[in-house]
């Protein structure tokens, strides 16, 4: 299996928007691929996931509305296009490739293969 890489972290101000990616491959692409995040000092959280079709998306309370998860199957990416950022928004992102099977989608626990996260600062 590959581990996910993420990729566009960065500072950026509030009310600015910026997009994530995550590269993987192999089996694992092939199931649920969804995003979480942890804030300094919180536990990690489910902010959003994809199904391999495309056709099933979720997403936390707290960031609908404001952030879309969508997937490229052609170039084996993830994206999550993130608007109207805040400062709550701070956090490391971590890409997941769930496991396959009946799973829990917002779960930590349903995702096998994790990417070592990308950093996102929002701040004035």
């Known amino acids: 299996q590959v581990q996910p890489v993420e990729s566009g972290g960065g500072a950026v101000q509030p009310g600015d928007s910026l997009t994530l990616a995550c590269t993987t491959s192999g089996d694992s692409f092939r199931h649920y691929v969804g995003w979480f995040r942890q804030a300094p000092g919180r536990e990690i959280e489910f902010v959003a996931t994809?199904?391999?079709?495309?056709?099933?998306?979720y997403y936390s309370d707290s960031v609908k509305g404001r952030f879309t998860i969508s997937r490229d199957n052609v170039k084996n990416t993830i994206y999550l296009q993130m608007n109207h950022l805040t400062s709550e928004d701070t956090a490391v992102y971590y890409c997941?490739?769930?496991?396959?099977?009946?799973?829990?989608?917002?779960?930590?626990?349903?995702?096998?293969?994790w990417g070592p996260g990308t950093q996102v600062n929002v701040s004035s």
């Open positions: 997941a490739a769930a496991r396959p099977g009946k799973i829990l989608v917002e779960t930590r626990d349903a995702y096998e293969y």
């Open positions: 994809v199904s391999y079709t495309g056709g099933s998306v």
